[in-house]
């Protein structure tokens, strides 16, 4: 049987790209095409790296092959990218003056409370403080932060689109958390995710602070490698729990951002739940989770205990209500936070 490459081209008439309104062959996204019997090859071209109607141009365009040439019809389609996503040029350093990825070994272990309150303790102490929530899969620092009812508005740079981040407590922050419903799971794989970090990287408008904290998913894993090959890390902080459990898999992190392919310098340890103290005894503590772990950890891989968090209720009602310990410096937790924050400072020179 013999089809001609124009009744191809006739077919993709039909199919309209659903953001543009635009049918694909007045677009120029159809090239290539091979005819081989009912083999059909051909090249879809798209404008961005990451088209989200992508995967529905495809089926489309099989369906209309199928519709207006031949029911039996095999279709091979290509996929290629004109251009990267619209996204200013790469350049060492563009983004912050220090970078840091805050991450731990296991989820539970209050990652991503550690990395709020130390990002507003650092605005507390004069800095310019940006925070990127890459915990993609489950983003909470919209709730910690109190900036669910807000979102980030888009401007124009220098021909790019940028976002803006919001801001609270004197920290700009960006979160895919603004970008989905509240109670939807993302279901994503490693590159749709991995991009969408990319996006709130490269897009953000972050105004080069002094710090951009960047709270990562726990474990190891996708997210954490195109975090360093993006941007250029300037060191990472460790958050553990004192129990024996956590500070196997704390080892695993340190050792994720020592491996060659990462090679990140480790600025520190961070024990948080360290001890129970009830708000009405401040002078009482009762070691629910261990004695000292993180501790002696930081002592065999030869880096700093930068700080030791205690747990109280505050912390949990500070984080439901969007209003972070560390708001009240003066509260036990709150004087911690402003230690961590201070011995960061101090130990990134030393790095």
């Not at 990652?111 to 650092?122: F, I, P």
């Not at 915990?135 to 919209?142: A, F, R, V």
């Not at 360290?274 to 009405?280: Q, R």
């Not at 209720?313 to 230690?339: H, L, R, V, W, Y």
Request: with cysteine; hydrophobic share 40%.
């Amino acid at each position: 049987m013999n089809i001609a490459a124009e009744e191809i081209i006739g077919a993709f008439r039909h199919v309209n790209h659903p953001a543009v309104g635009k049918d694909i062959v007045e677009l120029n996204m159809v090239s290539d095409v091979y005819v081989n019997g009912l083999n059909i090859e051909l090249t879809l071209t798209f404008a961005k790296a990451q088209d989200p109607m992508k995967n529905t141009i495809v089926k489309a365009c099989e369906k209309a092959l199928r519709i207006y040439v031949h029911p039996d019809i095999e279709p091979h389609i290509l996929v290629k990218n004109l251009r990267p996503v619209n996204e200013p040029p790469k350049k060492q350093n563009q983004y912050a003056k220090n970078i840091i990825a805050v991450a731990s070994g296991k989820g539970g272990v209050g990652k991503s409370t550690v990395a709020v309150n130390l990002a507003v303790a650092l605005a507390k102490m004069g800095y310019s403080v940006g925070l990127l929530d890459a915990d993609i899969y489950g983003p909470s620092m919209l709730k910690m932060l109190g900036v669910e009812n807000m979102k980030p508005t888009v401007k124009n740079s220098e021909g790019h689109d940028m976002i803006v981040p919001v801001e609270r407590y004197g920290v700009r922050m960006l979160s895919i958390g603004f970008f989905v419903s509240p109670g939807d799971a993302l279901i994503w794989r490693g590159p749709m995710a991995t991009n969408a970090i990319k996006q709130l990287i490269h897009q953000g408008d972050w105004d080069k602070p002094d710090y951009l904290l960047i709270d990562l998913p726990p474990g190891t894993g996708d997210v954490h490698l195109t975090i360093v090959q993006e941007v250029p890390v300037t060191g990472a902080v460790i958050v553990s729990t004192p129990q024996e459990v956590a500070l196997a898999d704390a080892v695993k992190g340190i050792n994720m951002f020592r491996n060659d392919k990462v090679n990140v310098p480790i600025l520190g340890l961070v024990e948080n739940m360290a001890w129970f103290t009830p708000e009405e005894l401040p002078d009482k503590r009762y070691y629910i989770f261990g004695n000292g772990g993180c501790k002696a950890l930081a002592a065999r891989e030869g880096i700093r205990l930068l700080g030791q968090i205690p747990i109280v209720q505050g912390i949990c009602e500070g984080g439901d209500n969007g209003q972070p310990i560390i708001t009240n410096e003066n509260s036990i937790t709150g004087k911690a936070f402003m230690e961590l924050a201070q011995n960061l400072t101090e130990e990134l020179p030393i790095r």
